[in-house]
């Protein structure tokens, strides 16, 4: 028996959700092939993966089952729940995940932001449903690298059309433009999708790399920030720094790279490590100026570049200078550019044996974008040659004096992923 058409568009956009909710994938599966998994309640700004996830924390009320019960009920990727029998809950859960599967499935925009500012991911992070939560990180991961690899594909149709125009081939000094598809996946036409956050200005304030070298910085003690009131650095990222430096110098009498001065936090650690040879990287004449003031450049061990890693590096190349440990921390740069530097350069500047690291800011105004490009940006490393390793450390509580006249708080996670890289095999 076919199933009738809904004519309506608000009746089977009603339908829709209550499917959704009721994790009724008999019924979801008909409406979807009708309408669209992306439609929104109006009074909520739910969609109907908010709906499916919201609604497990309903259940779990009237029904009285203690949360954690189910949440520690393991969902397979086929929606099966594993382990903990005993779990009443368990069956709602494979529904539930099943229910969410297909949503995606059939298109369902997985950072989609209801009326209170929360992807679906958000609500499943806030019930501590956990499987749930790696379903939609999952979802996010493949969105961003499928948006990544058509940014490539767009490269290179730009490349060859230009090819085909002029007969040369295109340099790729665009590589550090501004990139439209940092914010993660953008429903046509919503604003409301969150942005991808490194501690930098919200897109449209954004300058780039180019903009922001030639701008004028204030340095405040404690932070630096750039002409729009955006923190470049600040003082309160001292023990990721440090950590940073422990893991990747572990010994005296290395050969350490680092790309982005800022304040100088994590150059200082270096130089505690006694290194052989410790190179800078860095562009902003304002930082410079403070560097030769606070006489770094006087440093015996100390080879400062003056310019951006895009110019420099390649000359380093050449010289076949090789580092034990490299660090790269820049400021108003797109991941394309971080991915530029791992895959084109860093195989040309890491010793065998060497370590990198690298500060894990994208996306640490929202747990769920911080751990989709936590997950993005090692598989694009593994694709480049290298494994990632993490080690999670706390970062200090801040209230809100910290963020003082800081224009928009870049990090509010409670957790730092701190990544070190070595070449696989
Ligand atoms: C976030 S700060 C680095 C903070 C540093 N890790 C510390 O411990 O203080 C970023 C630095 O990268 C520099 N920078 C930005 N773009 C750059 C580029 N393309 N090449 C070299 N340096 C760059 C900025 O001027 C700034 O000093």
């Not at 790399?209 to 701008?215: A, G, K, T, V």
């Not at 890693?309 to 380093?316: C, E, N, R, S, T």
């Amino acid at each position: 028996m076919s199933t009738p058409i809904e004519e309506d568009p608000e009746v089977l956009a009603h339908l829709i959700q209550l499917a959704a909710s009721n994790h009724d994938v008999t019924a979801l599966r008909p409406l979807l092939r009708q309408g669209s998994a992306n439609v929104r309640d109006s009074d909520t700004g739910y969609t109907p993966l908010h709906s499916a996830i919201a609604a497990c924390e309903d259940d779990e009320d009237s029904h009285g089952v203690d949360k954690e019960n189910h949440v520690n009920g393991h969902v397979d990727a086929d929606g099966v729940t594993n382990g903990e029998t005993t779990d009443a809950k368990a069956p709602e859960m494979t529904d539930a995940a099943k229910t969410v599967k297909l949503l995606l499935q059939q298109g369902a925009i997985w950072n989609d932001l209801n009326n209170d500012n929360e992807t679906p991911g958000c609500i499943a992070l806030k019930l501590h449903l956990n499987d749930l939560y790696e379903i939609m990180v999952d979802a996010g991961v493949r969105a961003e690298l499928l948006l990544n690899r058509l940014d490539e594909y767009e490269q290179l149709k730009d490349e060859e059309d230009s090819e085909t125009e002029s007969g040369a081939a295109l340099s790729s000094s665009n590589h550090d433009e501004p990139n439209p598809d940092i914010t993660l996946q953008t429903p046509e036409g919503d604003a409301d999708t969150p942005v991808l956050a490194t501690n930098e200005a919200e897109p449209d304030e954004k300058l780039g790399n180019e903009d922001f070298l030639n701008s004028s910085l204030r340095f405040q003690g404690d932070r630096i920030l750039d002409e729009n009131g955006n923190g470049v650095m600040m003082a309160w990222e001292s023990s990721i720094m440090k950590r940073t430096a422990d893991l990747l110098c572990p010994d005296p009498g290395f050969q350490v790279l680092n790309v982005g001065h800022g304040m100088g936090i994590v150059d200082n650690f270096f130089q505690t490590k006694l290194p052989a040879t410790h190179h800078i990287i860095e562009a902003h004449s304002a930082v410079l100026q403070r560097m030769r003031r606070d006489g770094r450049f006087d440093k015996p061990n100390v080879v400062i570049h003056e310019g951006r890693w895009q110019d420099v590096v390649p000359h380093m190349m050449e010289q076949g200078i090789l580092f034990d440990a490299i660090y790269f921390d820049t400021f108003a740069e797109d991941y394309k550019a971080f991915r530029d530097f791992f895959s084109d350069f860093l195989v040309g500047l890491l010793k065998d044996q060497g370590k990198c690291g690298f500060f894990n800011g994208l996306g640490a105004d929202r747990q769920i974008c911080y751990d989709v490009y936590t997950k993005v940006v090692e598989m694009d490393l593994f694709e480049a040659g290298f494994d990632t390793e993490w080690e999670v450390i706390p970062v200090p509580r801040m209230d809100d004096c910290e963020w003082a006249g800081v224009k928009r708080k870049y990090w509010t996670l409670s957790e730092y992923k701190l990544p070190i890289c070595t070449f696989i095999g």
